[in-house]
């Protein structure tokens, strides 16, 4: 069976993009990360809804122009990024033949995990999912504490409290 995207024109989508075997070097380059989103802009017409960036993926709620590029966005951030990532990050891992053979460079897996918004609450729950990622990981204990996210845009906006997800176990009954 064959996967096959949605191309949803004014709907917005969920991004998971990984590195390749999960290597950690999202954060360490993250002024590249945000050159290669910014050289994209000049070349394709998207928003940043929300994001937030591991040092293995990110995950991003974005809204394009124009659904059917939202590949091809994906595709020219990854090139960039690759083209431009200094090989100590990344020389020391293996990779396949096959990934040899297309001159893959192991940067990035090669596909993403993409879902069309639906609704408004289907928007909340992913919004959520995305700033509440750092503290699942363990990386941090409250959201308001992971830098490379969009969480504090939201709260200045109003939609979140500082101190949302900050779940204190220790509450004395």
């Known amino acids: ?3 096959r995207r949605l191309y949803l024109d004014g709907y917005s989508y969920f991004l998971t993009i990984v590195t390749y075997e999960r290597n950690p070097i999202l954060t360490e380059n993250i002024a590249l990360l945000r050159e290669s989103f910014k050289a994209a802009k000049t070349r394709f017409r998207f928003e940043i809804n929300a994001i937030v960036v ?3 993926h990110f995950h991003a709620i974005m809204t394009f122009d124009d659904a059917r590029e ?9 090139k960039y ?9 990344y020389s ?7 990934r040899i053979d297309q001159n893959y460079k192991p ?8 879902h069309t918004i639906r609704d408004e609450k289907d928007y909340r729950l992913r919004l959520d999912y995305i700033h509440y990622n750092p ?3 363990g990386y ?6 992971w830098e490379y996210s969009s969480f504090r845009r939201f709260v200045n906006d109003g939609i979140y409290h500082i101190s949302w997800g900050d779940f204190d176990t220790s509450i004395e009954l």
Do not use: N
């Open 135 to 137: 503290v699942k990981h």
């Open 1 to 3: 069976m064959r996967y």
């Open 70 to 78: 939202y590949p091809r966005i994906i595709g020219f951030v990854k």
């Open 54 to 56: 591991l040092p293995d």
């Open 107 to 114: 940067v990035w897996q090669k596909r993403f995990y993409e």
């Open 81 to 89: 990024f690759t083209s431009r990532c200094d090989p100590k990050y």
């Open 92 to 98: 020391h891992l293996l990779q396949s033949q096959s």
């Open 140 to 145: 941090v204990s409250q959201a308001k504490e």
